[in-house]
């Protein structure tokens, strides 16, 4: 059972911050928001964005993407190798396992808004692949602008934080996605919050992938319950 449904656009949205954050960081990207963010606006302005140094190795800034009023939003950590050449987050092989997993605990993709918690691809060579890196405290902090302005925004009704940097980077650096995963945990981001597990460390597994896959599932039949 999840905490008392709150009304919709009520309060503020105050996302816990890293002990770490450079000031500057902070202030650059919070600059660039409008004063009315639109989702478009925020893209074209989140273009730009120079606030922490991945922008130089990357492609582009991948901005999350779905209906401004989606009411179920997914937040995964940084966009991967194919989403920063696409431009888009979520359509690598976890973008694809993740489609498949809402697919089948009923959640619409289309009807969704699935972004990142750092929307700079963030990697290091090895040979010919670019091997995906995880973001450090800073450059979570200096993205994080974004992120607040499109939880803004769309307003969800259920927030699902996928992995421990996302959990962590809006539900606080104590929470922890092996404790608390799959249970609907109260916070002011939304009325629905809950934290599972990233797909891409579903793909990692060795040791019965599919079981870890079916209570991946299984979290995110208890989003779809909502009949949002
Ligand atoms: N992993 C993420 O966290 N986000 C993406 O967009 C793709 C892979």
Sequence with gaps: MGPEPRARGGGSRCVQRAR???RAAINAAAVLIPDRPTLAGLRERAANCTACPLYRKATQTVFGEGPARASVMFVGEVPGDLEDKAGRPFVGPAGRLLDRCMEEAGIDRGKA?????????KWERAGKRRLHKR???GEIQACKPWLEAELTVVQPTA???LGATAAQALLGRDFRVSRTRGRFVPSN???HVLATVHPSALLRTRDDREAEIARFINDLRKVAALRL
């Excluded at 808004?113 to 691809?121: A, D, E, L, R, S």
């Design 189 to 191: 981001l939304a009325p």
């Design 159 to 161: 927030l699902v934080c």
């Design 20 to 22: 770490t954050a450079p």
């Design 113 to 121: 808004y699935v972004t990142n918690v750092v929307k700079h691809f």
């Design 135 to 137: 973001p450090n405290a």
